[in-house]
């Protein structure tokens, strides 16, 4: 069985492991799934297997022998915006995942995972699905309200600019964050069960940081620079 | 024993008090001498070539040749006064200037003519009346009455009692000859006066507005109210003997009893005493003279005044002399000394005054109490405004050490407060570290020596497969219990329910979610992590136990709400298909040890943060129901 996407080709995924053990596990978990998978142990090794092409997923560990994780995650939205990308953690602690969600990643996966649980994210993450655990949904909307308090000590933990989020999305948030399904969510907010995933997504794209140049052309739409 | 300890410091007391007094009183016998020399030295001269001093007195009827200066008896009768005659020689060469004549001193009033015809009568003089004076008079002589050669004076002298009257030596000449002798007296007697008074005037105002301002400084309002009656002594007119009735006579007559019976309250206060009861009577003959001097015919309170306020002020001066020797004593400071030197200058003029009164000692009837009394007033007046403007800057640096010190205090303050915050946080550290350690021992320490001790059996991958899994959900838990959920339960249940789902998806398990209400269980602001972590062990143990010793196939999780009238309180139950276990007696596990042991330790934990953990289990299944508290405990209940 083999993986494919809307095109009909295999699926490729990008590893980035520097743990030579966890790197085997998570590929022989991904190429029974039917995966094509590459792999890398560095930033460096990472962007030469980049220059044959991009990836549909990019799963990458946040340590690098050579580097962050989180410059690689960052080139990659850059140059490929269309790739998927998923940090590897060990513990899914908001300290690493926050970081990696603000330069564009779309949650993470567990480095001790089970081998269908790993197919089973990667799969539900290139059908446009993006995860978001209960513990990283509760980090951001223990933020929102630290927002609100306007306290002048900065809170402790990466920093997170949760100001875009709608009303609707922090209520989503709050459900995952209380173990709520999509299914109670839905009906407790009156919504269809199949618009969560798209509120999910659109709650990663907003708390992605911006570019330089994307932060100037919404101040110039703003109207708080005059060219 | 005690005696001798009581009177010990008697003895060097006592030598203290004459070592002060001793030099103190030397130096007001000192003072005493150096004032009536001055007064002696300070007698304004006269142009003796002028005097005229041989005359004819007729008085009462008789007449007979007197010298001046002269007493006459005393009178209090107008109507024929003494009368002088003498002569003088007018020689037309030497009127380049015209002629004059000129009285020293008299008492109480004159009327001078020269060969019959009137040139002065001082009753309209108001300062010629005032007898505490010594005002001079000069007139000119007009050219026309002057004859060449002998040229008739005759003077009548007014006296109203009870002094005798008394005239001093009456010089006639050259009106340039005469003048400045005249107006030295002048100066002195009249114009100082009255420049003493304005100032005094002056200062009463000054003490009167510090006394209003400050009113519990009733040291200010007794010095301006003598400093009023002085001025108003000093200015108004005093009453000329044909205007009988005068009540201002009497007012005039008091006021200087009443003055130095002020000034003897003033030093009271002024030195820190309290001012007795008694010392009221101070005030009577004052009062007393003032009233009959209302009442009364002219010539009683004149007589009154001369028997009862004249001593009045000496007794006050003495008084005064005796509380500022005691205060120089006790304070031994420049102004407890100033006061002293002052009063004893004055004290020493009103003796002086006496004796010329008494004619003891012959000083041309030259009074110098009242001039001196004034300086002094003025001296005191302007030493309180020196202390008034000294307290000002005691206040003002008082003030600035005030800010300094409250700045100070706020420092320290900050400080304490600081390390009390930096102790607090260490505390909070230490207790934060401890339990870390606890929840890590609990868990993953354990569950890491068993998976050294699996592999160094070489046991099969799977076994150790588990002992590592468990540990790092151990660690999952114990780094995401730490996380701040604000008291809400239910943000902990939530990552639960996901790590327990991975955990039972591979044994095909189906974890059923049940929240009765839509907020889930209430909020707990006094819930810490470590009541966060039991509760969560509590339940992966039901979890455990169900997968691993009852094979069950469906879990059940209900979070519910309830409220029994104190508060609302939440239960969790965990419901699992399995086969069960026989519980004993005693409410344990029967069976095998392992889950035994794991029942203990749910039921501790539950003890531990004050829930109820309550067990029910058959063939058909295991309940796992924990009742939460309506507010969890702040320390451990139970400690194990």
């Not at chain 2, 500022?324 to 002293?340: C, E, K, P």
């Not at chain 2, 998806?505 to 059923?512: A, E, G, Q």
Request: net charge neutral; aromatic share 6%; hydrophobic share 45%.
């Amino acid at each position: 069985m083999t993986e494919q996407g809307e095109t009909g080709e295999a699926i490729t995924i990008l590893l980035v492991e520097d743990d030579a053990p966890t790197c085997w596990r998570l590929q022989d978990a991904l190429a029974k799934a039917g995966y094509e998978v590459r792999s890398a142990s560095t930033l460096a090794e990472a962007r030469q297997a980049l220059s044959a092409g991009a990836p549909r997923v990019l799963l990458t560990d946040l340590r690098l022998p050579d580097g962050h994780g989180v410059e690689l995650i960052r080139e990659m939205r850059q140059r490929f915006p269309d790739t998927e990308i998923m940090v590897i953690s060990a513990l899914g602690d908001e300290e690493s995942v926050i970081s990696a969600i603000t330069v564009g990643a779309t949650g993470y996966l567990l480095k001790d995972a089970f081998p269908t649980d790993i197919a089973t994210t990667v799969r539900d993450l290139v059908a446009g699905h993006s995860p978001i655990s209960a513990s990283i949904a509760r980090f951001i909307v223990r933020r929102t309200q630290g927002a609100a308090q306007t306290s002048a000590e900065p809170p402790p933990g990466p920093a997170l600019n949760t100001a875009k989020l709608t009303p609707r999305e922090i209520d989503i948030l709050w459900g995952i964050a209380k173990g709520f399904s999509y299914a109670e969510i839905a009906s407790h907010l009156g919504l269809s069960k199949q618009t969560v995933p798209g509120h999910i997504k659109n709650i990663y794209r907003k708390l992605e940081v911006h570019t330089r140049s994307e932060a100037v052309f919404e101040a110039v739409q703003q109207g708080l620079i005059k060219l | 024993m005690s005696e001798i300890a009581a009177k010990a410091p008697t003895r060097p007391r006592r030598r203290l008090i004459a070592s002060r007094l001793v030099p103190y009183l030397l130096l007001q016998a000192l003072i005493v001498i150096v004032t009536i020399l001055g007064i002696r030295l300070l007698q304004p001269s006269d142009p003796d070539d002028y005097a005229v001093s041989d005359f004819s007195a007729r008085e009462d009827g008789l007449t007979r040749p007197v010298t001046l200066p002269h007493f006459t008896s005393s009178r209090y009768s107008l109507a024929d006064p003494p009368f002088y005659t003498g002569t003088f020689t007018f020689r037309s060469g030497d009127a380049a200037s015209g002629w004059s004549v000129y009285l020293p001193r008299f008492s109480n009033a004159v009327e001078v003519a020269v060969n019959g015809v009137v040139v002065l009568d001082s009753r309209r003089d108001a300062n010629a009346n005032r007898s505490d004076r010594n005002t001079p008079q000069i007139a000119v002589i007009p050219a026309s009455l002057l004859r060449e050669g002998a040229n008739e004076i005759t003077v009548r002298l007014f006296v109203w009692g009870p002094l005798k009257g008394f005239l001093d030596t009456v010089y006639v000449g050259p009106d340039a000859a005469l003048r400045p002798a005249y107006e030295t007296r002048t100066l002195l007697f009249v114009t100082l006066p009255v420049v003493f008074s304005a100032w005094q005037a002056i200062l009463a105002v000054i003490l009167a507005i510090m006394w209003l301002m400050r009113r519990h400084e009733s040291v200010y309002g007794v010095l301006a109210t003598a400093m009023v009656l002085g001025v108003v002594q000093a200015f108004a007119p005093p009453p000329v003997p044909p205007a009988t009735v005068s009540h201002l006579a009497a007012v005039l007559l008091a006021s200087a009893p009443i003055e130095s019976a002020l000034i003897v309250a003033f030093g009271a206060l002024f030195f820190g005493w309290r001012w007795p009861r008694y010392g009221t009577l101070l005030f009577v003959p004052g009062l007393a003279v003032f009233v009959i001097g209302l009442i009364g015919g002219p010539p009683l309170p004149r007589i009154l005044f001369l028997m009862l306020g004249i001593p009045t002020v000496g007794l006050c001066l003495f008084l005064m002399a005796c509380i500022t020797a005691i205060a120089v004593v006790r304070r031994q400071d420049a102004a407890s000394f100033m006061i002293g030197c002052a009063v004893t200058i004055v004290l020493t003029c009103w003796m002086q005054d006496m004796l010329t009164v008494l004619e003891i000692v012959n000083n041309d009837r030259i009074f110098v109490s009242r001039l001196s009394y004034s300086a002094m007033l003025v001296a005191i007046g302007a030493g309180l405004t020196w202390r008034f403007a000294r307290a000002l800057n005691q206040v003002d640096s008082f003030a600035g050490q005030l800010v300094t010190r409250v700045r100070e205090a706020e420092e320290r303050l900050k400080a304490s407060f600081a390390r009390e915050e930096e102790r607090a946080r260490a505390a909070a550290l230490a207790n934060e570290r401890t339990r870390l350690m606890r929840d890590l021992h609990d868990g993953l320490g354990g569950q890491l020596v068993s998976i050294v001790a699996l592999s160094e059996r070489g046991s099969a991958g799977a076994t150790i497969t588990d002992a590592a899994r468990a540990a790092l959900k151990d660690l999952r838990l114990v780094i995401d219990s730490m996380d701040d959920i604000g008291g809400d339960l239910m943000l902990a249940l939530g990552s639960w329910r996901e790590r327990a789902t991975a955990q039972l998806r591979p044994h095909d398990i189906t974890l059923d979610w049940r929240v009765a209400t839509p907020q889930g269980l209430p909020l707990h602001p006094e819930l810490r992590p470590w009541h966060v972590i039991q509760i969560v062990r509590i339940l992966d143990e039901a979890v455990t136990n169900a997968v691993k010793h009852a094979q069950a196939r469906r879990i059940a999780v209900t979070i519910d709400t309830f409220d029994a009238g104190q508060g609302p309180y939440g239960v969790i139950s965990v419901t699992d298909d399995g086969s069960g276990f026989a519980l004993a007696g005693n409410g344990e596990a029967a069976g095998a040890g392992q889950t035994a042991r794991g029942l203990r330790n749910m039921k501790s934990r539950a003890a531990r943060c004050g829930a109820v953990l309550d067990l029910a289990s058959d063939a058909s299944g295991t309940r796992v129901r924990l009742k939460l508290p309506q507010r969890f405990p702040d320390s451990d209940m139970a400690v194990g």
